[in-house]
């Protein structure tokens, strides 16, 4: 299994602004995923990260509005930038652990 | 395309009684399936999953799900409800030709009343 940190837990953003989102996993793991979830509705697959590669994004995403980083194999970040009130939402973090995605809390945001 | 289907948006079960959150998958080739919960302002808890083997796959909080495969369903269950089950339910699959990429299905709220 794997333990996932994420955090902020929630904000409260300024229009135009950027907002990065951390994930620590507890142990190494290959792929990590970022997905978005309006408030008791489903996923949204974001992008897969992998340690030393770029990320791959899924259709209507893209990296200058979505940018992620992936520095090593316990760590990514997600920033949401210049972000309108459409932004709003839960941002997921998660990673693939011996076969079964782990998640961490989410981080909601709030766009005004 | 993969996919899941989960075609109640809120299943209601008094404590006590047994409960089923229904899903249905498409895949093509052999499906990978789970069960995710997720408690209010919280993420999402893997429940269990299939692979392979065993119909009848046991996990967390006293959950089952049947892997159904003349029926492409995987239920889930639990003999006697708890209050403490109400959450959002997520049934999920893996493609088993692309290892990125997990389908989830809509969701299902179970309330349980007391």
């Known amino acids: 299994s794997a333990v996932i940190s994420q955090k902020p837990s929630r904000d409260i953003c300024q229009r135009g602004t950027s907002l990065t989102i951390q994930c620590q996993v507890d142990s190494q793991v290959t792929m990590m995923f970022w997905y978005r979830q309006q408030p008791g509705q489903s996923l949204t697959l974001i992008a897969t990260?992998?340690?030393?590669?770029?990320?791959?994004?899924e259709s209507g995403f893209v990296i200058d509005k979505f940018p992620i980083s992936r520095p090593n194999l316990t760590f990514s970040t997600l920033t949401v930038s210049n972000m309108s009130p459409e932004d709003s939402s839960i941002y997921l973090c998660?990673?693939?652990?011996?076969?079964?995605?782990?998640f961490g809390e989410g981080s909601r945001l709030t766009v005004l | 395309a993969q996919s899941v289907a989960q075609p109640e948006d809120q299943v209601n079960v008094a404590e006590g009684n047994p409960l089923t959150v229904k899903c249905t998958y498409s895949v093509s080739g052999n499906p990978y399936l789970f069960w995710y919960v997720q408690y209010p302002n919280r993420g999402l808890q893997f429940l269990l999953k299939y692979i392979t083997g065993d119909n009848l796959v046991k996990g967390s909080y006293g959950f089952e799900a049947e892997f159904n495969k003349s029926q492409t369903s995987f239920h889930l269950k639990k003999p006697s409800a708890l209050v403490s089950d109400s959450a959002l339910y997520f049934c999920a699959v893996r493609d088993p030709y692309n290892f990125n990429k997990f389908y989830f299905g809509s969701g299902t709220k179970l309330n349980v009343k007391p």
């Open positions: 990260a992998n340690q030393g590669s770029e990320a791959t994004y």
């Open positions: 998660s990673a693939d652990s011996g076969g079964e995605l782990f």
